[in-house]
T-cell receptor
């Protein structure tokens, strides 16, 4: 299947700093990418939908100034957690839709720990 | 909007036995139903999917069935192996107007006992 690469796979940062997570579709162009947050033993919680060349659409309750999303090209979307706090510690996962068949592929996830 | 219910939340089977996970959806317009396998600490991996114009699809030990009338679909794993142990998520999507957003079930933790 198609490959979605997510980087970094894990990151530890101090409270108050910002962290950027990258999501790349390696062998297909993705006009739409999604960002999820997953708490332990829970399902995926959609945070936002990222469309290439336009502003991201955030789900209710997700702070757009806290979680900055940029989708500058057809193969790259980034999520920046600004002024991170311990409660932002979580597993963040991106996904990208392969436009031809509509299949959705996930990245490997990024484990964020804020001290 | 779409609502997806998934059962059971946990499932333990003996190696070699079959495992069945069931999902129901609410939006009759949904037409794409993928299944994902998520191992600990990793992102979900697409293992099989089915579209509304098909009633059943099989890929080696994995099969998915769809009943559009009853609005439910199921994942069947035969001859289970320890490496099948993971969390499985079903999802549903209503395609249209460029929308690719999936609605996920809450997941089933499958444990295959050697």
């Amino acid at each position: 299947g198609a490959v979605v690469s997510q980087h970094p796979s894990w990151v530890i940062c101090k409270s108050g700093t910002s962290v950027k997570i990258e999501c790349r579709s390696l062998d297909f162009q993705a006009t739409t990418m999604f960002w999820y947050r997953q708490f332990p033993k829970q399902s995926l919680m959609l945070m936002a939908t990222s469309n290439e060349g336009s502003k991201a659409t955030y789900e209710q309750g997700v702070e757009k100034d806290k979680f900055l999303i940029n989708h500058a090209s057809l193969t790259l979307s980034t999520l920046t957690v600004t002024s991170a706090h311990p409660e932002d510690s979580s597993f963040y996962i991106c996904s990208a839709t392969e436009a031809l068949h509509g299949e959705l592929f996930f990245g490997e996830g990024s484990r964020l720990t804020v001290l | 909007g779409e609502n997806v219910e998934q059962h059971p939340s946990t499932l333990s089977v003996q190696e070699g036995d079959s495992a069945v996970i069931k999902c129901t959806y609410s939006d009759s317009a949904s037409n794409y139903f993928p299944w994902y396998k998520q191992e600990l600490g990793k992102g979900p991996q697409l293992i099989i999917d089915i579209r509304s114009n098909v009633g059943e699809k099989k890929d080696q030990r994995i099969a998915v069935t769809l009943n559009k009338t009853a609005k439910h679909f199921s994942l069947h794993i035969t001859e289970t192996q320890p490496e099948d142990s993971a969390v499985y998520f079903c999802a549903a999507r209503t395609s249209g107007a460029g929308s690719y957003q999936l609605t996920f079930g809450k997941g089933t933790k499958l444990s295959v006992i050697p």
